[in-house]
C-alpha cells in the first residue's frame, strides 16, 4: 500500500521506514487531542465568564481567523524550505502554550488572546497531510488523506470525551491542563518524524501563488470546505452545547454529545477514501455528506430531549466525515509536487474563514432572533452545499463548474 522506496533521506535505514507511519499517526492524534479537550464545553465556560453570545462567538471564531492568516503563508514557506516536518513541531509547540495559558486565564478577553494561540497551532496543519500523502504513492492519495483524516478526527473525539470528562470531575482547568500535557507529548515524539519532501521546490512569486489558488478543483473544493466548517464550528463546536445546557445537559453529557457526534465521523473518514469515492465518486460521496449535515442540523431545534440531539448529531457526524476527506484530496489533485502545501494552504486558509464565519453567523442571529433560528441558517447553509457539489465535482467538470483560472 505504501511506496516504501520513496526518497526519505539516505541516512534512514528500513527499520525507520518501518515505523513511520504509526508515528505520524500518533502525533497526528496528540495533536488534535490537545487542541479539543475543552472544545465541548468550551463556548459555555466562555460565556460563564461574562461573555455575550456574540462576544462566545469572537472567541470562537479567532481560532479560525489565525489559521486564515497564517496557513496560505506557512504552506508556501514549507514548499520554499522544502521541508515539513518543522511546521509540525512549531504547531505542537503553540498547543502546547496554548494549553498552559488556558489553565491560567480568567477574562473573555484572555481566552480570545489563547484560542487564537491554539489556531496558530491548527495553521501548521498544512504540513501533516501533504507530508503524510508523501508516504504514499500519488495514486493512492485520496485513501492516504481518508486514513491521516480518521487520526485526526481520533484526536479531536478523544480530546473532546477525555477533556469534558475531567472538566465534569474536577473542573475546567483539567481539561486545560490535558491539553498542554497532550501536546508535550507530541512535540517530544515529534523528534522522530520523518520529513519526505517530493519535488524540485520553488520559490513562489505572487503571479505563481495566484496561478496555483485559481485551479478550478481547488476553488471548488476549498469553497465547500468553508460552508462545512461553517456549520461545524458553529454547531458541534459552538452552539449545539449551549442548545444541550438548556435542555438539561451537564458537562458529562457534553462530553457524551461530542463523543456520538465524532465516533461515526472517524468511520465516515475511513470509509470515505476506502468505499464511498470509489464506488459512487466524488460529486455523490461529498453532496450526500452536505446532505446529511444539513437535515439534521435543521432538526436540531425540534429535539427536546438529550436523546434526541445525540441522534441528530450522529448523523450529522456521519456527514462531515464523508465530505471532507473528499473536499481535502480533491483541493491538491491536480497540484504539482513542489506546490502541494501552498494549494494545501490556501485550502485550509479558505476553510478557516468558515470557522470564523459559522460561530459570528450563528451568534449575531442567536442574539437577533433565537438560538433556534442559528440552526435553521446553518442547516439551509447545508443544504446549498449539497447541491454545489453534486454539480461541481461531477465526473465531467467542463458540463459542472467552469475554470476559473488558466491551465498551464
Given amino acids: ?128 497531510p501533504v507530508l503524510f500523502s508523501s508516504y504514499f504513492p500519488r495514486a493512492n492519495s485520496s485513501q492516504a488523506v481518508s486514513t491521516i483524516m480518521v487520526f485526526l478526527t481520533v484526536g479531536n473525539t478523544l480530546g473532546m470525551y477525555l477533556g469534558g470528562l475531567a472538566a465534569h470531575a474536577f473542573g475546567p482547568a483539567a481539561a486545560f491542563v490535558l491539553a498542554a500535557l497532550s501536546g508535550l507529548a507530541g512535540l517530544l515524539l515529534s523528534r522522530w518524524v520523518v520529513d519526505n519532501f517530493v519535488g524540485a521546490g520553488t520559490r513562489f512569486a505572487v503571479p505563481e501563488l495566484l496561478r496555483v489558488a485559481r485551479q478550478r478543483l481547488l476553488v471548488c473544493a476549498s469553497s465547500m470546505a468553508l460552508l462545512l466548517q461553517a456549520v461545524q464550528f458553529a454547531t458541534i463546536y459552538g452552539f449545539t452545547p449551549v442548545y444541550a445546557a438548556g435542555i438539561g445537559a451537564t458537562r458529562e453529557s457534553l462530553a457524551n454529545l461530542a463523543l456520538i457526534s465524532s465516533i461515526p465521523t472517524i468511520a465516515a473518514n475511513y470509509l470515505s477514501g476506502k468505499w464511498f469515492v470509489k464506488r459512487i465518486g466524488d460529486a455523490a460521496t461529498s453532496a450526500i455528506g452536505f446532505a446529511l449535515m444539513a437535515v439534521f442540523t435543521i432538526a436540531i431545534p425540534f429535539t427536546g430531549t438529550l436523546a434526541g440531539l445525540y441522534a441528530t448529531q450522529l448523523f450529522a457526524g456521519f456527514g462531515r466525515g464523508m465530505a471532507l476527506p473528499v473536499l481535502m484530496a480533491l483541493s491538491i489533485r491536480d497540484v504539482s509536487d513542489d506546490a502541494r502545501a501552498t494549494a494545501m494552504g490556501v485550502f485550509q486558509a479558505v476553510y478557516g474563514v468558515g470557522m470564523v464565519l459559522g460561530p459570528l453567523v450563528a451568534g449575531i442571529v442567536g442574539d437577533l432572533a433565537n438560538l433556534n433560528s442559528s440552526f435553521v441558517v446553518m442547516g439551509a447553509a447545508a443544504l446549498a452545499g449539497a447541491a454545489f457539489c453534486a454539480v461541481a465535482f461531477c465526473p465531467r467538470p467542463s458540463d459542472c463548474c467552469a475554470n476559473i483560472g488558466p491551465s498551464r
Avoid at 492524534?29 to 462576544?55: D, I, P, Q, R
Avoid at 514548499?79 to 515539513?84: E, G, Q, V
Avoid at 477574562?107 to 498544512?126: E, K, N, T, Y
Fill in 1 to 128: 500500500m505504501v511506496d516504501s522506496e520513496r526518497s526519505l533521506g539516505a541516512e534512514e535505514t528500513g527499520a525507520q521506514r518501518s515505523y513511520r507511519l504509526p508515528l505520524f499517526c500518533a502525533v497526528t492524534t496528540l495533536f488534535w487531542f490537545s487542541l479539543y479537550t475543552y472544545v465541548s464545553f468550551f463556548t459555555n465556560y466562555v460565556e460563564s465568564k461574562g461573555a455575550s453570545h456574540v462576544m462566545a462567538g469572537a472567541v470562537l471564531a479567532s481560532y479560525g481567523f489565525t489559521q486564515t492568516v497564517l496557513r496560505i503563508p506557512l504552506g508556501v514557506f514549507s514548499d520554499r524550505l522544502r521541508a515539513r516536518r518543522p511546521f509540525v513541531i512549531a504547531g505542537l509547540v503553540a498547543s502546547t502554550a496554548s494549553g498552559f495559558g488556558l489553565i491560567f486565564a480568567d477574562s473573555p478577553l484572555m481566552l480570545l488572546v489563547l484560542r487564537g494561540l491554539a489556531g496558530v497551532a491548527a495553521a501548521s496543519w498544512v504540513a501533516y
